[in-house]
């Protein structure tokens, strides 16, 4: 065995990603990259989309944060942060009304740091500012490993602070959903369906990632209509289009799930759904592991059947005469 150890040096990321723009910015909007910053940051990232426009310039990611559905703004930068970055990045966050900005380069200077070590400890709760460096490892003349190492980011008393303000206005209604979607979360996480889910929140639904903007699985507890349920979500930007390339797969979809689902049951919204729900006691307390697990086994199979299909979705094709005829 030889016990020699490697040499571990840095690499530089245009080795890899030639132009920022046009190279890294459509690398770190894939899911599986993004995913890898959320990590990083502890938060749930959604990618929106890319090079956003902000009056004569543009945002280079807008994503959600799917715990608390507000926007993200991701600014890249490679080389060493400038004022120049900085100003831009407090601008595409105001105009956008982000809730947290992402400052993302290669090499910060002390003094970059400290100003958004500066921005987060004077400014509210609800927004939160950081600084990340984007690193290349390479031991000897192995492939590269990338580590996103956050330099700045929101003092975490203040956001447990912030957490807890909220949880001691909670009705005994709301605390019941944030305590059923703390078991799922649970649950699914056990499970492996997904790497990483978004915080519990006091809300009758919870949301899945399929990977792509607009479109997302959206788990739903109703306390008054006693149902708990599992959807397909798509935003009224892509609805209308997606669905129908959605509906020409219907037999073969819902074989692969084992369910008969509802498609479109509310015609008259502009968001439409693709349903199955089950009626659940949720004041039964005792019942819910089997309602989270029944959660659970659809979240798997509704992601295995459409998270292919929806990343692969054209919205720009014309759309064709359904295989079925669907209500």
């Known amino acids: 065995m030889d016990k ?4 571990l040096t840095t690499v530089s990321v245009r080795e890899y990603w030639k132009n920022e723009q046009f190279d890294f910015t459509p690398w770190l909007a894939q899911e599986d990259h993004i995913a890898q910053l959320s990590d990083a940051l502890g938060i749930e990232l959604e990618v929106e989309n890319i090079e956003v426009a902000v009056g004569p310039y543009s945002a280079d990611i807008l994503a959600k944060d799917t715990g608390t559905d507000r926007y993200v703004v991701i600014e890249n930068q490679f080389g060493r942060t400038n004022h120049d970055h900085l100003g831009k990045l407090i601008t ?3 105009v956008l009304d982000a809730s947290a900005v992402v400052w993302l380069s290669e090499n910060f200077t002390e003094e970059h740091r400290r100003a958004l070590d500066w921005l987060n400890d004077n400014t509210s709760d609800e927004l939160a500012f950081y600084g990340v460096t984007l690193e290349l490892w ?8 990338l580590r996103f ?3 700045s980011e929101p003092p975490a008393p203040e956001r447990k602070r912030a957490a807890g303000k909220v949880a001691e206005t909670l009705t005994e209604g709301r605390q019941l959903q944030l305590d059923f979607w703390t078991e799922f979360r649970n649950r699914l996480l ?3 369906v997904v790497r990483k889910a978004q915080t519990p929140r006091p809300q009758y639904w919870f949301d899945v990632t399929l990977g792509r903007a607009g479109i997302h699985l959206s788990n739903t507890a109703s306390t008054t209509r006693n149902r708990v349920g599992v959807r397909v979500y798509l935003s009224s930007k ?10 020409k797969e ?12 509802q498609w479109n049951p509310s015609p008259d919204n502009r968001d439409k759904i693709i349903l199955l729900d089950r009626p659940a006691d949720l004041a039964d307390r005792d019942k819910w592991p089997e309602y989270c697990d029944w959660l659970v086994d659809m979240n798997g199979r509704f992601r295995k059947a459409f998270a292919p299909r929806v990343k692969n979705l054209d919205l720009t094709a014309p759309i064709k005469n359904a295989e079925d005829d669907v209500a």
């Open 238 to 247: 892509v609805a209308d289009v997606a669905l129908a390339h959605l509906q």
């Open 138 to 145: 390479q031991i000897d003349n192995s492939r590269p490993a």
């Open 92 to 94: 595409y966050g105001s």
């Open 149 to 151: 190492n956050v330099v």
């Open 190 to 192: 056990a499970a492996q």
């Open 4 to 7: 020699r150890f490697g040499n």
């Open 250 to 261: 219907r037999t073969a979809i819902e074989r692969e799930i084992g369910e008969t689902l």
